[in-house]
């Protein structure tokens, strides 16, 4: 991957992306197969670890194939069941339709980065985008390295909360800020239990946390809480596992061999689910950065790589000089609140119910009698493939 060598490079980029995650890298990727000039920051280094449960729903399976991810020769654990329970223990037990495979962040990133990059990218990782402006139908983009950069489109795929979100003024900062927080950890677990093939899902009061196979014989184990439950128990993970995850018996077992072996938790805060604008300041958000979706109750990598594979051929289209840039703005919200809007909103509405005890037991009891109920709220969480 390529270095900076000089501190104002003369070239104008197609494009200029910030951030290195899912939704980033593969638009990357289809600019550059495109034969686009692209290049693409991301802060940290790879490879490394996030907080995600790492289960890629079968819908982008064609897609990344596709991409040039050779996905059928990495036996990848595939997942076909699932199971679900309330804080006390109550479960349902279901077949996975749609399905997904597992794969770790920390394998799956670089691998994208590196197809990026042979097919042209320009990728600067352990490089922070500090500022983005617009005048004259151009971006200046400035960097931790003091460096800038031009662009004539940029792309903000920085994720959940990044230093741009403010410098952009973003309106749902305002908002987050009074609302509820959260905070969410992952480990990856070495069991010789955990059941082939399924993704578990376990709630616990205000949170939940989802197990699904890794290669190698890992689990991971991710999950979400309300931030009042890491305070209440003085900001320390541990006790507030014990006090409140390990209260679920179906969970318990996972986080006790979470707790007893060597492993160290990736943890983030500062989670919040409020919606977000698609275009600010004429920068096209994708991924997190235009709409997070509580985690478990959807694909959040399905969703960043789907709004990648609706802007790739408006992009094309504003830089052949086909659409103005008012029309790729315009055509890209309505597209992305067309595909993705609904299955946002379906997953804040399952997200109100996960973690209520109460609700969550009724909502199970309901959900055995009427298998075809489960398979309908599952195909909410899922989409097609493209
Ligand atoms: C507990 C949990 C479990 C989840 N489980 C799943 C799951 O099983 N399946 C699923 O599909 N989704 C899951 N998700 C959601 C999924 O992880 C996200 O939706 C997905 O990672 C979003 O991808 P992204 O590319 O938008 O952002 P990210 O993957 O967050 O990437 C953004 C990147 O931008 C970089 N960045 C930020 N600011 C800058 C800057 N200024 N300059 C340069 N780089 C910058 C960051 O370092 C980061 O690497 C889960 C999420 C959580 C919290």
């Keep these: 991957m390529s270095s900076l060598t000089d501190k104002t490079a003369a070239e104008v980029y197609d494009c200029a992306i910030v951030g290195g995650g899912v939704a980033g890298l593969t638009l990357a990727i289809q600019l550059a197969q495109s034969g686009r000039r692209v ?3 991301e802060k940290e280094t790879y490879p490394f670890h996030r907080v995600c449960g790492e289960y890629i729903s079968m819908e982008n399976y064609d897609f990344l194939c596709r991409l040039g ?10 997942m076909t069941r699932f199971t679900l329970s309330s804080p006390s223990g ?18 799956l990133d670089p691998l994208l980065a590196r197809l990026a990059a042979r097919h042209g990218a320009s990728i600067h990782e352990g490089t922070k985008v500090t500022d983005v402006t617009f005048a004259d139908e151009q971006f200046i983009l400035t960097t931790s390295t003091g460096s800038t950069f031009r662009a004539r489109t ?19 900062l305002a908002e987050s800020r009074q609302g509820r927080q959260f905070v969410a950890v992952k480990y990856h677990l070495q069991l010789d239990y955990f059941p082939a093939a399924t993704v578990e899902m376990h709630n616990f009061r205000d949170g939940y946390c989802g197990l699904s196979p890794l290669p190698g014989g890992l689990t991971n184990c991710s999950y979400i809480s309300d931030l ?16 409140v995850l390990m209260q ?9 061999a979470a707790q007893r072996g060597d492993f160290t938790p990736v943890v983030i805060s500062q989670i919040t689910f409020r919606e977000r604008s698609t275009v600010d300041q004429h920068v096209l958000m994708l991924g997190d950065a235009a709409g997070t979706i509580a985690p478990l109750c ?14 790739h051929p408006l992009l094309l289209d504003f830089l052949a000089g086909r659409i103005s840039r008012a029309a790729l703005e315009e055509q890209y919200t ?19 119910v996960f973690g209520q005890p109460q609700l969550t037991s009724a909502g199970i009891q309901v959900l055995r009698r009427l298998p075809f109920l489960t398979d309908f709220i599952l195909k909410q969480t899922h989409g097609q493939a493209y």
């Design 39 to 41: 290049v693409l920051f």
């Design 69 to 78: 991810v050779p996905l059928a020769e990495m036996n990848l654990p595939v």
């Design 90 to 107: 109550v479960a349902l037990h279901h077949r996975l339709d749609i399905g997904g495979v597992g794969i770790t962040r920390y394998e």
């Design 154 to 172: 940029v792309c903000g795929a920085w994720g959940k909360h990044a230093n741009l979100d403010g410098k952009l003024k973003r309106p749902f």
């Design 228 to 243: 009042r439950n890491l305070r209440a128990h003085g900001n320390s993970v541990a006790e507030m596992e014990r006090q």
């Design 248 to 256: 679920n018996p179906l969970l318990r077992p996972y986080i006790e």
């Design 298 to 311: 959807g694909n959040g990598m399905s969703m960043g790589m789907n709004a990648g594979f609706l802007l």
């Design 334 to 352: 309505q597209q992305w609140r067309q595909l993705l809007r609904l299955r946002i909103t379906a997953g804040r509405l399952i997200h109100q």
